[in-house]
């Protein structure tokens, strides 16, 4: 069955520096991987999606990740952390058919000023 | 702008008291999802709909039923609230076109139960 490990459930970095959450997966195919952002007492919002195109996906607001099949890995980055982008930060896989997704067990950022 | 849409977003309810929450959509998919979200944790799904066809998660309680009347409109019924069942509620909607079924949430209606 596949599955996703977020390591670290909080990550605190200052304003202006790089942010790098964790994300690595288990599935005995490719998967599809996902990327969402909660706000407080919020839905989920699509940051960005990985469909076995380009191994490095670019999403919205200057995010960014990479897939790495040998690491089994999907991390998240933004070159530079902006007070805004303080959240919850969802990793999940999906397999190649079906409504299966999974869920990480999330990653809240603090970004200190 | 095509979107997921979830009300109230806010629901209070007493103890026992059936509550029903609803979600509808202007995307057109035909998926749609309810997932159970707790404080610091991932959503939890309930259950999901292939468009009319009703798929139950096994550990989902029998306390939590879902309807959903048209591709656009689907409603989670919880019969007799609990207080383990005071939580966020999202909804969510994916389309078989989509060869990922990326899914797409609503704002989600946080349940408080007295």
């Known amino acids: 069955a596949q599955s996703v490990t977020q390591l670290g459930s909080h990550v605190s970095v200052s304003e202006g520096a790089l942010v790098l959450l964790r994300c690595n997966y288990s599935s005995s195919v490719p998967p599809y991987l996902f990327w969402y952002v909660q706000y407080p007492n919020q839905g989920l919002q699509l940051l960005l999606k990985y469909t076995s195109a380009a191994t490095l996906v670019k999403g919205i607001n200057g995010f960014e990740a990479e897939f790495k099949k040998s690491e089994t890995s999907f991390h998240l980055t933004k070159p530079s952390a902006h007070m805004s982008d303080a959240a919850e930060y969802f990793c999940?896989?999906?397999?190649?058919?079906?409504?299966?997704?999974?869920f990480g067990a999330g990653t809240r950022l603090t970004v200190k000023p | 702008d095509a979107m997921v849409i979830q009300n109230p977003r806010y629901q209070v309810t007493q103890f026992g008291k059936p509550v029903t929450l609803s979600c509808s959509q202007t995307?057109?998919?035909?998926?749609m999802y309810w997932y159970q979200q707790k404080s610091s944790q991932a959503p939890k799904l309930l259950f999901h709909?292939?468009?009319?066809?009703?798929?139950n998660e096994a550990d989902t309680p029998d306390n939590f039923q879902s309807r959903r009347p048209n591709t656009s409109f689907c409603f989670l019924d919880i019969r007799s609230p609990g207080l383990g069942d005071a939580a966020m509620y999202l909804c969510?909607?994916?389309?078989?076109?989509?060869?990922?079924?990326?899914?797409?949430f609503g704002p989600g209606t946080r349940l408080l139960v007295l």
């Open positions: 995307l057109n998919h035909n998926v």
């Open positions: 709909y292939y468009d009319k066809d009703f798929n």
């Open positions: 999940a896989v999906s397999p190649a058919m079906g409504n299966d997704m999974r």
């Open positions: 969510a909607t994916s389309s078989y076109r989509d060869i990922s079924e990326t899914q797409y």
